[in-house]
Every structure is written in structure tokens, then in C-alpha cells.
């Protein structure tokens, strides 16, 4: 092992039970996934990295509803190695596999999603809506670099939801907040609404519908994310504007069709290498 970084390696003992929870439930919140040394040694260089990356200098009462949730800054392993190092921590990536149920993962994307003192709500959606994949085997490690109580904004999920198909046509916004969020309260979701402690990651499917609330502190809630997909996914004719945005980010050189193993895209962790 490395002894020069903090362990971002060492595997995370998932029970059966977890894994089966994760399933059912569509997301986990688990606790002591990472240590205290790990988020003081990589938070404070993923914050730098967003200050020095955010383009967004708009006054956030100016903004509209998606751009006053958070400062998002998006693969940031591409430009400062010590995130890609994070990023490509054999803990997180396993636990993403064991979860999925697939063989290994490749990196999708990470993003910081950094929601500012005032930051308003993030409008329930489901991630997916964005991507132009195969299969369900996608998986957001939700990775909050402070302790979250609940006036930072904390990632709430409606237990269940990745099952349930309507509103995933919606993406982030006003009317995504009231009709998923109508939705799930029509069709007895149960709301997750809860603080994370320091070292706590959730992971939730590409398809289980979230949201967050706002920041009414005055500090900000510093959270990175990594996205994580099955190893074996491939790209599907994007068919809408979101689609194909992240086509060209994450996936120009793949054929539609091909699986995902394009530069932007590559395997991070992987059973049968381990
Ligand atoms: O951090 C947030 O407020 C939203 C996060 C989110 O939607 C996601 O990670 O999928």
C-alpha cells in the first residue's frame, strides 16, 4: 500500500444486507466510508480546484433555479492529479461495483457540486435523464467534504423511486420540483431527508428520483461526487440536447452502440484486475 496518502484503497466490508438495501431502496447513506485524514488531506484541493475552475460569477439572486442550487465544476480528475487520485481511490469504486452487482466500473464523470451560503433548493430529478446509456448500472457516490446538517442542504431521496418511471422526463427545474415532488407523495415514496456526518457517502442510482434543500447557513456545502457505470455499458443515441452535451464531454470517440470505453471514460476498478 501507499503510505504517502491517506487510505482511500483499503476495502469497505459491505454486508449482504446493504447490497440488498441499496437495491430495494434505490440509494444507502453509509457511515465511516471515508476517514477524517481523507477529507482533510482532498477536501481543501477539490475546494481550490472549484474556486480556481467555477465559471459562474452571476449574483446568485440573479440566477435561475438550477444555477442557484450549486457551483457545479465537472471533471476535475482531468485537470489536477491529486483529484484524479481521489477519483480513482479503490474503495469508493468497489463499493460502486459490489453495489451495482457488476463485474467493474468505469468513471462516467465527477463533478463538485458546491452549494453556496443562500444557495436555494436542488429540484427532484433523476440523473439518468442526462445520460446517454445503456442500462441502469450507473451509481452517484454523493461524497460531502463537511459534516451536512441540515441547513447546508443535505442530498434527500425518495425511497424506492428507481423504479418508478414517470417525471423521468424532467429535467432540473421549477417544474420538476413540483410534479416529481407531487409524484412521490401521490404514490407514498418515503422522503430520506437526513443530516451526513463527517466521512458518510451515499450512493443512489442514475434512476431513483432526489433533490436537496437549501443552504440557509452561511457557510458553503462543499460535495464531490463521482459517477460511477458498469464496465460493460454502452452509449445509446443521445436523442436529446442534455444527451448529447455529455456525449461530446464524456464520450465523443465511442460509435453509438459501443461500449464506453472511450478516453474520458476508462475502468477504475475491476474484479478480475484486483
Ligand atoms: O448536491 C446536490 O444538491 C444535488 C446532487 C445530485 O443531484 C447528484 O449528485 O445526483
Known amino acids: 500500500m501507499?503510505?504517502?496518502r491517506p487510505d482511500i484503497d483499503s476495502p469497505f466490508a459491505l454486508t449482504p444486507a446493504q447490497i440488498a438495501q441499496f437495491r430495494a431502496d434505490g440509494y444507502i447513506k453509509l457511515k465511516h466510508v471515508l476517514s477524517p485524514d481523507v477529507i482533510n488531506h482532498y477536501g481543501p484541493i477539490i475546494s481550490a480546484e472549484v474556486q480556481?475552475?467555477?465559471t459562474m460569477h452571476v449574483p446568485i439572486e440573479q440566477r435561475d433555479t438550477y444555477n442557484k442550487a450549486f457551483l457545479q465544476v465537472i471533471n476535475i480528475w482531468t485537470k489536477n492529479e491529486t483529484v484524479k487520485e481521489f477519483c480513482w481511490g479503490q474503495r469508493l469504486a468497489r463499493m460502486a461495483a459490489e453495489l451495482l452487482g457488476v463485474r467493474g466500473v468505469r468513471m462516467y464523470h465527477?463533478?463538485?457540486?458546491?452549494?453556496?451560503?443562500?444557495?436555494?433548493?436542488?429540484?427532484?430529478?433523476?440523473?439518468?435523464?442526462?445520460?446517454?446509456?445503456?442500462?441502469?448500472?450507473?451509481?452517484?457516490?454523493?461524497i460531502p467534504l463537511q459534516?451536512?446538517?441540515?441547513?447546508?442542504?443535505?442530498?434527500?431521496?425518495?425511497?424506492?423511486?428507481?423504479?418508478?418511471?414517470?417525471?423521468?422526463?424532467?429535467g432540473i427545474s421549477d417544474e420538476s420540483e413540483k410534479a416529481i415532488g407531487r409524484s412521490m407523495k401521490e404514490h407514498n415514496y418515503p422522503l430520506d431527508d437526513t443530516p451526513f456526518d463527517l466521512g458518510e457517502v451515499s450512493f443512489?442510482?442514475?434512476w431513483t428520483f432526489h433533490r436537496a434543500g437549501p443552504n440557509t447557513s452561511?457557510?458553503?456545502?462543499?460535495?464531490?461526487?463521482?459517477i460511477y457505470m458498469d464496465e460493460d455499458m454502452r452509449l445509446i443515441?443521445?436523442?436529446?440536447?442534455?444527451?448529447?452535451?455529455?456525449?461530446?464531454?464524456?464520450?465523443?470517440?465511442?460509435?453509438?452502440?459501443?461500449?464506453m470505453n472511450g478516453r474520458m471514460t476508462p475502468v477504475i476498478y475491476s474484479r478480475d484486475a484486483a
Open 2 to 4: 501507499n503510505t504517502s
Open 52 to 54: 480556481r475552475l467555477n
Open 110 to 142: 465527477d463533478q463538485a457540486l458546491y452549494k453556496e451560503p443562500g444557495g436555494g433548493v436542488t429540484p427532484w430529478h433523476a440523473d439518468q435523464y442526462y445520460w446517454p446509456l445503456s442500462n441502469a448500472n450507473t451509481v452517484t457516490a454523493w
Open 147 to 170: 459534516a451536512t446538517p441540515m441547513e447546508l442542504g443535505p442530498l434527500a431521496f425518495a425511497k424506492g423511486s428507481h423504479k418508478f418511471e414517470a417525471g423521468r422526463e424532467l
Open 204 to 206: 443512489h442510482y442514475g
Open 218 to 226: 452561511d457557510r458553503p456545502r462543499a460535495v464531490m461526487t463521482i
Open 237 to 259: 443515441e443521445p436523442h436529446t440536447k442534455a444527451r448529447e452535451g455529455d456525449r461530446a464531454a464524456f464520450a465523443a470517440d465511442v460509435e453509438v452502440g459501443g461500449i
